[in-house]
């Protein structure tokens, strides 16, 4: 194994002959892609194994909270550990995955398990929302549909590669993460081994506490051990809510979601969300609950028999639960949508600084001539254009035969795509944050522009929305996402050739898992509406504002809607004009989503935000180390168990 320290990650300023320099001198002095397996087929066959686990746990988790989790660390911990048990049970007959197949598997699990199912749970859930008769879309249509939006963020990545990575040296954090974490567990250290069975243990409590919290209903089996477990010791079924009536009554009935719903996938999320987020959408999903729920609920009640008055907060469940969030949605993503606008607008560097850098990489990236080694372990241009030219021709034929999209729309989304991936792609490199959401806001700012409601109805406005935004958010997530394992990759001394081919076989296997999943899941409106699915409802509240959708809506809704775009533009600003002040200030983001998320999801991201935090004023050390193994192992086990029981339900269901 090369001894070479990893090499910097602080971005450089200085001049393009200078960092081809620094490049070079990696090549001589870290590369070991030549000498140390990589791209084998126990590293694919693991990444991909592993991938599909977390692919499902994504999927679920969207679904549940609208929050995804990043798999690469997981994934290298998941596979150190079972690679390390299974050396164990085979007597050591059985070697070791070296540190670049490690880094192999961990791009073929993150293409599979974070660049797939969001997409589905997001885009496809919106659009039957958004369907008159709540239909699913046809399988090759979901399939067609993710595939390609994955595979346009893998392409995408190879040009990007170069130069934010090889040239720029971005110091995408994650990925530099990553990379430190593989060379501590590739040392032997004890903390390495630590790290990965306190994800262990994180797994086994998730898959206990979804089984304990499963409906009794769902499987004849558990829900007879449970009655046994009550009627000769005690209850270890866990409610649906605590308590069942929720916190605070509404005249007299339920407020919906207003109380704890045990669990710990989404407590885990808020292990890794952050204290100010989390507290922010606590405190406006607290505000909405105990204060502005009831005044306009009393205002309904003044207005009770008034001819043409519609309620602001509505009955559901046959008029015995108040949902104050079907109100608040509205509010909440405007919030999010103009506050993503207002901080694209003061971070207008970013965007020169992308153009600046598409020039150069137009003309070769300002490089002079490459030793002809060093060329041959980088992805050929000849690749990415027989791999671009049809990905994008099947992507505007796609939304052009499914979706009704002219396409001349179709292939402005697909332009645009290739700009807001880069720009994604940039801040991840410098921030370690992806923008996935204010890019789509972009998106679809743009297509209620060219794909109005008079030129092609208002039905089909908003699937090409839907799906527009779609395409822009899923090829930017999954580039920016891919560039982070293309960073491990170069700070190990890593074959990126061969990584961009375990990356492109991820998309394959992530497709193959997540469309059965998301049918198995979702075969129905009915079991689509069991889950809050927040980032389909915030899509969807922000398609119909933008395409002048809110004639049929309370008119207060106008009102939240113009608080929500005041708040969302104030916020931003008194981030950027007090730079000292903004710990303290709520976050944008995180007030949005609380007015658009249910209160369960909120208070369990708070109470993990709340012990993250307290675990590092007991010990920061610790927590440093711990945190992250333990967050992913509770989101991972809860959610791949809990998918996994409803997925055989409905396969039970269909053989029955």
Not at 109 to 121: E, F, I, N, Q
Not at 437 to 461: D, T, Y
Not at 580 to 592: F, H, N, V
Request: charged share 10%.
């Amino acid at each position: 194994m090369n001894s070479t320290a990893l090499p910097s990650s602080t971005a450089p300023t200085d001049s393009a002959q200078d960092a081809q320099e620094r490049d070079d001198d990696w090549f001589r002095q870290v590369y070991m892609g030549d000498r140390v397996p990589q791209l084998t087929l126990r590293a694919l066959v693991t990444g991909g194994l592993i991938g599909s686990l977390l692919a499902i746990a994504n999927l679920y988790v969207t679904l549940k909270s609208g929050l995804g989790f990043g798999v690469a660390l997981t994934a290298c911990l998941l596979s150190y550990f079972s690679w390390n048990a299974a050396r164990a049970v085979s007597g050591g007959r059985i070697g070791h995955l070296s540190i670049l197949e490690t880094n192999c598997m961990q791009s073929t699990a993150s293409s599979a398990g974070y660049s797939t199912g969001a997409s589905l749970a997001i885009v496809f859930g919106a659009l039957m929302m958004m369907d008159p008769q709540h239909r699913q879309q046809p399988w090759w249509v979901v399939a067609a549909y993710t595939f390609i939006t994955a595979a346009m963020g893998v392409f995408l990545a190879v040009p990007m590669k170069r130069l934010l990575i090889n040239q720029e040296q971005l110091p995408f954090p994650s990925g530099t993460a990553a990379a430190v974490t593989l060379r501590s567990l590739y040392s032997g250290g004890r903390n390495a081994l630590r790290q990965a069975y306190a994800m262990v243990g994180g797994l086994a409590v998730g898959v206990v506490v979804a089984v304990l919290t499963t409906a009794e209903d769902q499987f004849a089996a558990l829900g007879r051990f449970f009655a046994w477990m009550r009627d000769h010791l005690f209850d270890i079924h866990l409610p649906e809510q605590l308590p069942e009536a929720g916190f605070a009554q509404l005249a007299g009935k339920p407020q919906l979601t207003f109380g704890f719903e045990p669990g710990v996938a989404v407590i885990g999320i808020g292990m890794l969300v952050g204290l100010r987020i989390a507290l922010s959408m606590l405190a406006a999903a607290l505000g909405l609950f105990l204060l502005v729920a009831p005044w306009l609920q009393r205002i309904d009640a003044a207005q009770a028999g008034v001819s043409g008055y519609v309620p602001s907060i509505p009955l559901v469940g046959g008029g015995e639960l108040y949902h104050p969030l079907r109100w608040a949605l509205w509010t909440g993503s405007s919030l999010m949508l103009f506050s993503s606008l207002t901080s694209l607008a003061i971070n207008w560097r970013t965007f020169v600084r992308s153009f600046a850098s598409l020039r150069r990489l137009g003309s070769g990236g300002g490089s002079s001539a490459v030793d002809p080694a060093r060329a041959a372990i980088e992805v050929p241009g000849s690749w990415m254009l027989a791999g671009m030219v049809p990905i994008a021709l099947a992507m505007v034929a796609l939304q052009v035969v499914a979706f009704g999209t002219v396409w001349w729309a179709g292939a402005i989304a697909v332009a645009l795509s290739f700009l807001l991936s880069f720009v994604a792609s940039r801040a991840t490199g410098e921030t370690d944050i992806s923008p996935t959401g204010p890019l789509g806001k972009v998106m679809q700012l743009l297509f209620a522009l060219i794909s109005p409601p008079g030129a092609v109805g208002l039905q089909g406005s908003l699937n090409h929305n839907i799906v527009s935004a779609g395409i822009a958010a899923n090829s930017a997530a999954a580039s920016a996402d891919l560039l982070t394992d293309l960073k491990s990759g170069y700070l190990l001394g890593g074959n990126p050739r061969q990584q961009f081919l375990a990356q492109f076989a991820g998309v394959f296997v992530g497709t193959l898992v997540c469309v059965p999943a998301w049918f198995l899941l979702v075969p129905n409106f009915a079991a689509l509406e069991k889950y809050a699915n927040p980032g389909a409802q915030v899509w969807v509240a922000t398609a119909r504002v933008l395409t002048g959708g809110l004639s049929q809506l309370p008119p207060s809704i106008l009102y939240g809607v113009i608080a929500g775009a005041i708040v969302g533009v104030l916020l931003p600003l008194l981030e950027r004009l007090l730079p000292r002040w903004r710990p303290y200030l709520p976050s944008a983001l995180g007030m949005g989503l609380g007015w658009a998320v249910p209160f369960t999801v909120t208070l369990s991201i708070a109470i993990g935000a709340v012990l993250s935090a307290l675990w590092s004023f007991a010990g920061k050390d610790g927590a440093e180390r711990y945190r992250v193994p333990v967050a992913s192992g509770l989101v991972a086990g809860d959610s791949l168990m809990h998918a996994g029981l409803a997925m055989l339900a409905t396969a039970l269901g269909l053989l029955a």
